[in-house]
């Protein structure tokens, strides 16, 4: 571990007035330009104020580029360069390239930084300001001199920031744009910087196994942390928690073994060499089935597999929140996102939730013109990644209605449709309870809490588990019913006011007392609730169906009386 909280906040003071002379003064010849007048000129209403996002965004870039100047003196010493840099007659290669690999790890951490801190002020902004901006960095080199590398950075920046489109007027005209483009910029540079990184596979293990923390960003590598904003947040559950859908299972693991095989270097799957195997997914099922859950776990298996390959692996995610959430400009950065995977340089699962939604919201009346072009662009790119990919890419994609989708995608999903069922047998059903019961079982039997108190197989007055997972499978639960009956059982177990003394205790013995309190669960608890789940659910679907009913009669009334209207209209003519 970098000792990084002993190393930056006293380091960072300083360099901190170093970085803001400079980025006050900075000289691209013949001009002497200075971010933080620019940057109060955007908007010229009022020259003297700075909008908080403005602000922020200001400090961030001030706080990664101090962090800049912080990290490469730490490298320096980490990678022995002062000892280099004294024999340095006999070999200036090595220290060159260790310079050069302190510039890019410095300067990644920086990007990372800024583009982490400038996320949530971008998540915050109002929709329609939301911009994101073509950029490319290709140009801007990375130096053995910090210094060098510094100024390449900060003018290629600065030149963005005033560009002028060919009326003269600005490109960048709200603070929104400026916290946009700051957060592009620097989250590509730290994409680049990555990229370059492939070059240094000597020295990365230097970096690979440290902690850069700072302020809630963290920095591990070349990895960057910071969640992206389009990114449906995933539930952490794994294939280990899953019951049944025994075929998926097999066919996603397949799948997640042959991407794994992809080389980043030489862009070849030798797996796919060998014989081409399906990266286009489609998984159907009833709702809460576990389609949604088996993403969740093919992201956790293909992170952490490809953790310890050390390759790079990024999870794209699409929902049918597509149409309410990411239009226009987020539908746009999703497609950037598309064209990166071609690149090749990194394994990729894109994952489509619900698509019969997104591809039914193309018709749907709500969606503009011009969301409806952008919806229909996006397939396009999805569907393009489905027939080009190098063999980096898979796309799975879920519905609960496999006759709702059409289109080119579509065509090339139903190629490999797989059927999720779910929990399908009473032993299923026990064995999703004692997964989601886990912790309330006797420690002997895995658990912590005790309360859980339920016999394998049981009688008409006690059921067991074989009983309550008879039951689930006669009234056709799926295993969403399941999870949210087991949560509520843990609930009313831990239903109980706190007795004073528990805040005295610590350790094991705070949670031997606690144990003691929770109120067991026998298997007729379990099964009541399970009749409860089901009554419950019952008088929804009622209620829905009603709705639904209602709902159809009062427009199909509508349209009478409108054709009606009309036509009297016609007669009166
Ligand atoms: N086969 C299963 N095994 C274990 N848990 C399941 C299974 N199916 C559903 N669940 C539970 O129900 C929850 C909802 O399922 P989800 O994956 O969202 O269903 P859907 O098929 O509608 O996407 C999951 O988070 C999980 O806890
Ligand atoms: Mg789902």
């Not at 998540?123 to 290709?138: A, C, K």
């Not at 049944?244 to 095989?261: H, Q, Y």
């Not at 619900?354 to 952008?374: C, E, G, P, Q, T």
């Not at 709705?547 to 009606?564: D, T």
Request: hydrophobic share 40%; charged share 30%; glycine share 6%.
């Amino acid at each position: 571990m970098i000792d990084a909280e002993k190393l930056l906040p006293g380091d960072l003071a300083e360099h901190r007035k170093k970085v803001k002379d400079r980025l006050r003064n900075f000289r691209i010849d013949p001009l002497t330009l200075d971010l933080y007048r620019l940057v109060r000129e955007i908007d010229d209403q009022d020259p003297d104020l700075m909008s908080v996002e403005e602000t922020g965004t200001l400090l961030a870039i001030e706080e990664g580029l101090s962090a800049f100047f912080a990290l490469f003196g730490h490298l320096e010493n980490l990678l022995e360069i002062p000892a280099l840099r004294a024999d340095a007659a006999r070999d200036r290669k090595l220290l060159e390239h260790r310079l050069t690999f302190a510039s890019l790890h410095a300067l990644f951490a920086a990007a990372s930084i800024i583009a982490g801190k400038t996320a949530p002020i971008r998540e915050g902004l109002p929709r329609e300001e939301v911009r994101s901006w073509p950029l490319d960095l290709e140009s801007v080199e990375v130096d053995a001199n910090e210094i060098r590398t510094f100024n390449n950075v900060v003018s290629r920046f600065l030149v963005d920031l005033c560009e002028k489109k060919p009326d003269r007027s600005r490109v960048v005209t709200c603070s929104a744009d400026f916290v946009c483009l700051t957060h592009d910029f620097f989250r590509e540079m730290a994409e680049r910087c990555t990229r370059l990184s492939q070059s240094y596979l000597d020295l990365r293990p230097v970096v690979e196994n440290r902690h850069f923390l700072f302020d809630g960003v963290s920095v591990s590598g070349f990895t960057l942390q910071i969640e992206d904003p389009e990114s449906v947040a995933v539930s952490g559950e794994t294939f280990e928690q899953m019951v049944g859908n025994r075929e998926m299972k097999t066919s996603l693991l397949g799948v997640a073994d042959k991407i794994l095989l992809y080389d980043t270097r030489t862009r070849r799957n030798p797996a796919k060499e060998l014989g081409d195997f399906a990266r286009t997914i489609l998984l159907y099922g009833r709702p809460g089935t576990g389609k949604t859950m088996a993403i969740s776990a093919l992201i956790h298996e293909l992170t952490a597999r490809a953790k310890k390959l050390d390759k790079p692996f990024r999870a794209v995610l699409i929902g049918s929140d597509v149409k309410d959430k990411y239009f226009g400009e987020s539908v746009k950065n999703l497609k950037r996102k598309l064209s990166e995977l071609e690149r090749g340089d990194r394994i990729c699962l894109v994952a489509i939730e619900d698509i019969d939604l997104m591809l039914a919201s193309r018709d749907d009346v709500n969606v503009n013109a011009a969301d409806k072009d952008l919806l229909h662009e996006l397939m396009n790119s999805l569907e393009g990644v489905a027939s080009r990919d190098l063999g980096n890419a898979a796309i799975v994609a879920t519905t609960n209605d496999i006759k709702g989708i059409e289109g080119a995608l579509a065509e090339r999903l139903q190629e490999n449709p797989l059927e999720v069922r779910g929990p399908e047998t009473a032993e299923d059903f026990a064995a999703l309870f004692r997964i989601k019961l886990r912790r309330g079982f006797a420690p002997e039997d895995g658990g912590v809490g005790g309360y859980i108190r339920v016999p394998d197989k049981g009688s008409r007055r006690n059921p067991g588990w074989r009983e309550i997972g008879q039951a689930c499978l006669e009234y056709g639960f799926t295993g969403r019913p399941v999870k949210n009956i087991c949560k509520r059982l843990m609930t009313v177990a831990g239903e109980f006011r706190m007795p004073e003394e528990v805040y005295a205790l610590e350790g094991d013995q705070c949670v031997e007392r606690l144990r003691s309190l929770y109120r067991p669960i026998d298997g007729a608890a379990v099964l009541a609730e399970v009749e409860r789940y089901r009554t419950h659910s019952q008088a929804h679907e009622k209620a829905m169906r009603e709705e639904r009913i209602r709902s159809r009669k009062e427009s199909l009334i509508n349209e009478l009386r409108a054709s009606r209207l009309a036509q009297e209209e016609l007669r009166k003519e």
